[in-house]
């Protein structure tokens, strides 16, 4: 990190480029995986002419839990996509993520600053408790469990501008308004 900033305010959106093929393919890939749970309820229901099996039984459950979660996958990738531009601007004043929060977060209001688990994204810890909300299904913050009050994680996986010049400006500029990096743990 050197500290040296490009110009601001920085924006960035979600790419296009990669994230409309990954919302298709999850989409797709939730949908394949429904099929069986669908023959399964079909045969239920006596559309197919056959009794439900035990192996037709073993294999929906499965599926449909890996369908479920590929359309979530899917539905946020497309939420995201249709999110009102620019959804992330940096700029000297604060951060403005419309994923995360519905305000700017003002780097005074930033206590401490650190990548996020996986480094998918950068975690402010804020002064005063502010909602904010977070999607585990998102590039950047996969599995990661909604964050206690007060701390918000800004995603910059999966934006049409490089994540590294992404994190290191959020963190720069955090540092720069009396953020502390996040306490060394004694070995």
Request: no cysteine; glycine share 8%; net charge negative.
């Given at each position: 990190?050197?500290?040296?900033?490009?110009?601001?305010?920085?924006?960035?959106?979600?790419?296009?480029?990669?994230l409309?093929?990954i919302?298709a393919?999850?989409?797709f890939?939730?949908?394949?995986a429904?099929?069986?749970?669908?023959?399964?309820l079909?045969?239920?229901?006596?559309?197919?002419?056959?009794?439900?099996?035990?192996?037709?039984?073993?294999?929906?459950?499965?599926?449909l839990?890996?369908?479920?979660?590929?359309?979530?996958?899917?539905?946020?990738?497309?939420?995201?996509?249709?999110?009102r531009?620019?959804?992330?601007?940096?700029?000297?004043?604060?951060?403005f993520?419309?994923?995360?929060t519905?305000?700017?977060i003002?780097?005074?209001?930033v206590v401490?600053?650190?990548?996020?688990?996986?480094g998918?994204?950068?975690?402010l810890?804020?002064?005063?408790?502010l909602?904010?909300r977070?999607?585990?299904?998102?590039?950047?913050?996969?599995?990661?469990?909604?964050?206690?009050?007060?701390?918000?994680?800004?995603?910059?996986?999966?934006?049409?501008?490089?994540a590294k010049?992404?994190?290191?400006?959020?963190?720069?500029?955090?540092?720069?308004?009396g953020?502390?990096?996040?306490?060394?743990?004694?070995?």
């Open positions: 990190m050197t500290g040296v900033l490009p110009d601001l305010p920085l924006v960035a959106n979600p790419s296009r480029l990669w409309s093929p919302a393919i999850a989409l890939a939730g949908l394949v429904l099929l069986p749970t669908l023959l399964l079909a045969s239920l229901v006596g559309l197919l002419g056959m009794h439900p099996s035990v192996e037709l039984t073993l294999l929906a459950l499965p599926t839990a890996v369908g479920v979660f590929f359309l979530a996958v899917g539905s946020v990738v497309i939420g995201d996509l249709r999110l531009r620019p959804v992330l601007t940096i700029d000297e004043h604060g951060v993520d419309r994923r995360v519905d305000a700017p003002a780097w005074t209001d401490e600053v650190a990548p996020a688990p996986g998918g994204g950068i975690l810890a804020l002064k005063t408790p909602e904010t977070l999607s585990p299904y998102r590039a950047g913050t996969a599995g990661f469990r909604q964050p206690a009050a007060g701390l918000a994680n800004i995603p910059v996986r999966g934006m049409d501008r490089p010049l992404l994190a290191e400006t959020l963190t720069v500029l955090a540092l720069r308004n953020a502390v990096p996040p306490a060394e743990e004694a070995a």
